[in-house]
């Protein structure tokens, strides 16, 4: 199939890759493959302003971890202090200190765990709802909109951070530019992006028939696994869906230098609970133990953490 061309290698032949992923304002959308570089994306893409709209209170209190997370933002805020230390012992050997951005920064509690930790802290995020929280939970002071719109000075900061962001961003490559910009000479940009649809284990679990699955594991993550649809289907929170190739490719685009890369698990916390059958917490252990493997050798996974820096 053709298609407008790729963010990464500007291709033009896709293939169809997953059909009627999410659904929004009573249109359907699948998930497309470059075949010549492996990025896969959203199609047909969403209007930027129908993406911004997504990102309220209502995401934050249950979309916002796409099911794999237990409790809102706020409740399952402790449950993520062990992924923010592995992020900063990761950028602290690169800029100790400095003045660190959070591109997408939420309700701010990664940065009040980086200022704790002696970083200078800024954040942008689209949503209106967590800017406001971030002000009242930690007296952060976080502006509204895109990074575009932040109209923050060139070279303004040793460190940027997207976690789990890029994937959101109707125009990553644009995005990385304005990082570039607005890092000092040599700053350092750490993005944390999900690759589940491209690992290996996703490719295998495709291939398990759905009839076997369905009544043995738990729903909700078979539909976090993308092995069962939801109806009606969620809305297109990930407008694209990177591996450490491609997204490595991106950064390469933008003028950014990958000096590092890290790859990890998100284990399903929720079949984690007294509720749970025998067979999910053997899931959920089998889980814990893959996540300790793919951190160990450092295999694609779920996630993966690059560090690039600016020339």
């Known amino acids: 199939m053709k298609s407008h061309p790729c963010l990464v290698c ?48 209502a995401y934050f209190n249950q979309d916002f971890s796409c099911g794999v997370r237990k409790g809102t933002y706020l409740e ?112 350092l940009v750490a993005i944390k992006a999900p690759t589940y649809v491209n690992s290996f284990y996703f490719r295998v679990a495709r291939r398990i028939p759905g009839s076997w699955l369905m009544g043995r594991l738990d729903l909700r993550l078979l539909q976090a696994m993308k092995l069962a649809h939801q109806r009606p289907a969620p809305p297109p929170y990930h407008l694209y869906e990177f591996n450490r190739a491609t997204l490595t490719r991106l950064l390469e685009k933008a003028g950014l230098s990958v000096v590092q890369h890290r790859t990890s698990l998100l284990v399903p916390e929720f079949l984690d609970s007294w509720k749970a059958s025998p067979f999910d917490r053997f899931v959920y252990y089998g889980f814990k133990l893959l996540k300790s493997v793919v951190v160990t050798l450092n295999l694609p996974a779920g996630h993966v953490l690059i560090l690039a820096e600016k020339g």
């Open 76 to 187: 399952s805020e402790a449950m993520r202090v062990e992924e923010y230390r592995e992020i900063l012992n990761l950028i602290r050997p690169y800029r100790p200190a400095g003045k660190l951005l959070e591109v997408g920064c939420a309700a701010g509690s990664f940065l009040n765990y980086a200022r704790r930790s002696g970083y200078e802290v800024a954040g942008v995020d689209v949503s209106e709802w967590a800017a406001r929280t971030a002000a009242e939970q930690f007296g952060l002071q976080v502006r509204v909109g895109r990074l575009f719109e932040a109209g923050y000075p060139e070279a303004s900061f040793d460190v940027a951070f997207l976690g789990d962001l890029l994937e959101h961003e109707p125009d990553p490559l644009g995005l990385l530019l304005e990082i570039k910009r607005v890092l000092k000479p040599h700053g």
């Open 10 to 57: 500007d291709g033009s032949d896709y293939q169809r890759y997953l059909t009627e992923v999410y659904s929004l304002n009573e249109r359907s959308f699948d998930l497309i493959r470059c075949r010549s570089c492996g990025m896969v994306r959203i199609e047909p893409p969403p209007e930027t302003e129908e993406v911004r709209a997504l990102y309220n209170a």
